[in-house]
Nanobody, 118 residues
Framework: QVQLVESGGGLVQAGGSLRLSCAAS????????LGWYRQAPGKQREWVAA????????NYADSVKGRFTISRDTARNTVYLEMNSLKPEDTAVYYC???????????WGQGTQVTVSS
C-alpha cells in the first residue's frame, strides 16, 4: 500500500504564495504519477498538476499554468506544489494523488485547505 500525507495549506492574501507538501510512504516504487487535485465548495474535484516519477515530466491545468510548479524530492519521497500569484478562485481543499502501475484505483491524501482572501 501507499500512504500520502499533505501539509502546508493555510490562509493567504491574493497575490501571495504557498507551498504544499505531500509525503509518500509504503510501496512507493509502484507509483508512476504524483499529482495534485483540488475541490472548491460546491464544485467537483478538478485536476491541478501531475508529475511522472520516471523522467519527471510535469503537466498543468490551464487555470494554474505559469503560477504553480510541481516538483519532487526523491530523497524525501515528497512531492511539492509551489503556488504563486494566488487568486481567490484558488481557494479549495487540495489533495495529493498517486497513480500506481498495475493498480486500477488511485491513492489519495486527506487534503489540506487553501484559502485565498481578496
Amino acid at each position: 500500500q501507499v500512504q500520502l500525507v499533505e501539509s502546508g495549506g493555510g490562509l493567504v492574501q491574493a497575490g501571495g504564495s504557498l507551498r504544499l507538501s505531500c509525503a509518500a510512504s509504503g510501496n512507493i516504487m509502484t507509483i508512476s504519477v504524483l499529482g495534485w487535485y483540488r475541490q472548491a465548495p460546491g464544485k467537483q474535484r478538478e485536476w491541478v498538476a501531475a508529475l511522472t516519477t520516471r523522467g519527471s515530466y510535469a503537466n498543468y491545468a490551464d487555470s494554474v499554468k505559469g503560477r504553480f510548479t510541481i516538483s519532487r524530492d526523491t530523497a524525501r519521497n515528497t512531492v511539492y506544489l509551489e503556488m504563486n500569484s494566488l487568486k481567490p478562485e484558488d481557494t479549495a481543499v487540495y489533495y495529493c494523488n498517486a497513480k500506481r502501475t498495475g493498480y486500477s484505483y488511485d491513492t489519495w491524501g486527506q487534503g489540506t485547505q487553501v484559502t485565498v482572501s481578496s
